[in-house]
């Protein structure tokens, strides 16, 4: 099991990952759209797994400085999920989507690296070697059941907005079942280009 910055910095990784994806694939609206809705998706996930596993923990153990860490944090998500809402209007591929998604992009590289330079650097001493794999799991574990969509309108702090997420992630999950996502056979295309 790995360490809770490893879980994060995976995702982090993802995230970029899918966004060179979608930027790869322009030309082609159907692949756009597939990795537009994955990139997406994944942005969602984290953003809430963050705020009901990770920052918790940053204002348990990090006090006065976890506090303002966090509330940071929390608006920059704000900010993300307000962005993740406006392409959710607009078609993939366009240049007004791209538009937000690479200044969306542009917010969560510096959102990240502040996460992985000092965030998460001051909490792993603080949690101890087997908390913070503890951690990893139920952030991991979490993003299985949180809203898969933006919802700049809920509440960002537990317990309200995991009660929040429960209730709205299944409509999201269902919304999901419409969608396309990229097939294996796009995933393996890419990983070998």
Do not use: C
């Not at 392409?87 to 969306?104: A, C, H, N, R, V």
């Not at 650097?121 to 070697?129: C, I, M, R, V």
Request: charged share 35%.
């Amino acid at each position: 099991m790995s360490r809770l910055t490893d879980a994060i910095k995976e995702d982090h990784e993802e995230m970029y990952e899918y966004h060179d994806y979608y930027k790869k694939s322009a030309g082609d609206a159907d692949a756009q759209a597939r990795w537009a809705r994955q990139l997406t998706w994944e942005i969602a996930r984290h953003a809430v797994g963050e705020e009901i596993i990770v920052y918790p923990l940053m204002e348990k153990h990090l006090g006065a400085q976890g506090l303002k860490l966090t509330d940071h944090d929390r608006e920059e998500h704000q900010h993300v999920k307000e962005m993740l809402t406006q392409l959710e209007s607009l078609k993939p591929g366009t240049d007004e989507y791209d538009k937000i998604l690479e200044q969306m992009m542009s917010s969560l590289r510096e959102h990240n690296n502040d996460e992985e330079v000092k965030d998460l650097p001051s909490l792993e001493p603080q949690l101890g070697e087997e908390a913070s794999k503890n951690a990893a799991g139920q952030f991991t574990l979490t993003k299985k059941f949180v809203p898969t969509r933006a919802h700049p309108s809920l509440p960002n702090k537990p317990p309200f907005e995991t009660l929040a997420g429960f209730l709205v992630a299944p409509i999201d999950k269902l919304r999901d079942a419409f969608d396309k996502f990229p097939t294996e056979e796009m995933k393996e295309a890419v990983k070998e280009s």
